[in-house]
C-alpha cells in the first residue's frame, strides 16, 4: 500500500484549523499487518487500535519534534516533515507496516488522522525501531 494524507486531515489543513506550522502536540504511532488504509477514515479510532496497533512491550506512541513546512521551488512541492523518530527497543514478535501521523486532541475518538506513511515490513525484535522520514517528507503537496 502507498502512504497517503487522509482527506479528513487534508480538509482540516486547508481551512487552518489544523495549523503544522505551530501546532506542539502532533503524535505517531505504529501499525501492524491488517489494517486497510482508507483516506476516508477521520479519527484515529478508526484504525482500531486494538486490533492493529503494535503492542510489543517497550512500546508507546510517541511525540514529532522538529516539524517543518519547506517550500520547493525546484520540484514545485510545499513538504512537511520532521525529525526521524525512534521508538526505542521493540520487544520481538510482531511485524511493523506503517506509521501514522495525527493531532493529539483528548482521546482517538477526538484525535484526527493526518498521514499514513507505508514502509518496508519490519519484524519487531529487541532493538530501537526508527522511523526515518522520505526525502520528500512525512507528505507534500504538489504545485
Known amino acids: 500500500m502507498a502512504s497517503l494524507v487522509y482527506n479528513n486531515g ?4 486547508a481551512t487552518q484549523a489544523l495549523d503544522l506550522g505551530s501546532e506542539t502536540d502532533i503524535r505517531v504511532l ?6 486497510t ?6 479519527y484515529v479510532s478508526a484504525l482500531t487500535p486494538a486490533s492493529y496497533e ?4 517497550g512500546y508507546s506512541r510517541g511525540v514529532l519534534t522538529t516539524t517543518t513546512i519547506s517550500k520547493d521551488d525546484s520540484t ?7 525529525a526521524n523518530y ?14 501514522v501521523v495525527y493531532k493529539f486532541i483528548t482521546s482517538d475518538a477526538a484525535s484526527p488522522l493526518i498521514a499514513y506513511c507505508d514502509f518496508t515490513d519490519t519484524p519487531s ?15 507534500y503537496i504538489q504545485m
Open 10 to 13: 487534508m480538509y482540516l489543513i
Open 30 to 35: 505504529l501499525l501492524k499487518t491488517g489494517y
Open 37 to 42: 488504509p482508507d483516506k476516508d477514515h477521520v
Open 54 to 57: 503494535i503492542t510489543v512491550g
Open 76 to 82: 514545485d512541492r510545499v513538504k512537511y516533515t520532521a
Open 86 to 99: 525512534a521508538f526505542g527497543a521493540l520487544a520481538t514478535g510482531e511485524t511493523i507496516v506503517a506509521a
Open 125 to 139: 525484535n529487541g532493538s530501537t525501531f526508527t522511523v526515518n522520514w522520505h526525502a520528500d517528507g512525512i507528505f
